[in-house]
């Protein structure tokens, strides 16, 4: 397996302990349907949140949540939008981000709640 994909999965895992550790229920991890993907699905009090967690071994160019492009935030619009369907949601929705950044034995996490908001 390669490295990159070792070290995400490594971070998923990371992010999900870190979020149970702060009482965040874990609902799902990397759920897909189709072509959607969603990193970690939890509940935070009367929140669904949908997290997208983006994992680097240095943060020298840039965190990694600088990483979470348009693009990625419509793809992940997406991915809840079906997720809601198919389990039949009526709760309120958010989405967050944890940026890891592992490295030189330790790692940096840095939790962002309301990291964007779905735009008409």
């Keep these: 397996m390669s490295d990159h994909i070792e070290?995400?999965?490594?971070?998923?895992?990371?992010?999900?302990?870190?979020?149970?550790?702060?009482?965040y229920k874990i609902l799902e991890k990397n759920w897909r349907r189709g072509r959607n993907e969603i990193d970690i699905i939890a509940r935070d009090g009367k929140y669904v949140v949908i997290v997208e967690v983006?994992?680097?071994?240095?943060n020298i160019f840039a965190e990694p949540e600088m990483s979470v492009t348009r693009?990625?935030?419509?793809?992940?619009?997406?991915?809840?939008?079906?997720?809601?369907?198919?389990?039949d949601i009526h709760d309120e929705v958010r989405f967050d981000i944890v940026s890891i950044v592992i490295g030189k034995g330790?790692?940096?996490i840095n939790h962002i709640e309301d990291a964007f908001y779905p735009t008409l």
């Design 54 to 58: 983006k994992t680097r071994e240095t």
């Design 106 to 108: 330790k790692e940096q």
């Design 71 to 87: 693009e990625k935030q419509k793809a992940l619009i997406r991915a809840a939008n079906a997720y809601i369907l198919y389990k």
């Design 7 to 23: 070290l995400g999965r490594k971070g998923e895992e990371l992010a999900a302990n870190y979020l149970a550790g702060k009482g």
